[in-house]
């Protein structure tokens, strides 16, 4: 067990008892895991803003029936989206909190890839609904 602080080891559990890893290959295997993921969840956040914006449902005011819009299909799959936004980003958060260095970084580049590769439209977009 390692205390709270970052290290350098190769010996790691992550997230999942079956998830350890003993050696270098397997962490660079990892990480390489771990960068998809944090890539994905950027991928999530933008395609959830896309939604909003292509489907022109608004997240804050609206001028139709709100009981329309709590059971619009846009709004379910709204729903299912955001969970599995914050299933990663908690994965993420505890994956981070392993304070394994190399995971760290990889937790990082793969959101700082997922940014870089999904949100460029997004910066121009002033309003960030449902993000």
């Not at 608004?58 to 729903?79: A, E, G, P």
């Amino acid at each position: 067990m390692h205390s709270m602080s970052f290290h350098y080891g190769v010996q790691e559990t992550i997230l999942f008892e079956r998830w350890r890893t003993t050696d270098w290959q397997g962490i660079f295997g990892s990480s390489i895991g771990i960068i998809l993921l944090g890539a994905i969840y950027e991928a999530l956040k933008c395609y959830r803003d896309y939604l909003c914006v292509s489907t022109s449902f608004q997240c804050n005011s609206r001028n139709v029936s709100k009981k329309n819009d709590l059971f619009s299909i846009i709004h379910v799959l709204q729903t299912v989206l955001h969970a599995l936004q914050i299933i990663l980003g908690y994965f993420l958060m505890f994956i981070f909190m392993t304070y394994n260095v190399y995971l760290c970084i990889a937790v990082v580049t793969g959101m700082t890839i997922g940014y870089f590769l999904f949100s460029w439209q997004r910066s121009h977009n002033e309003n960030e609904c449902c993000a």
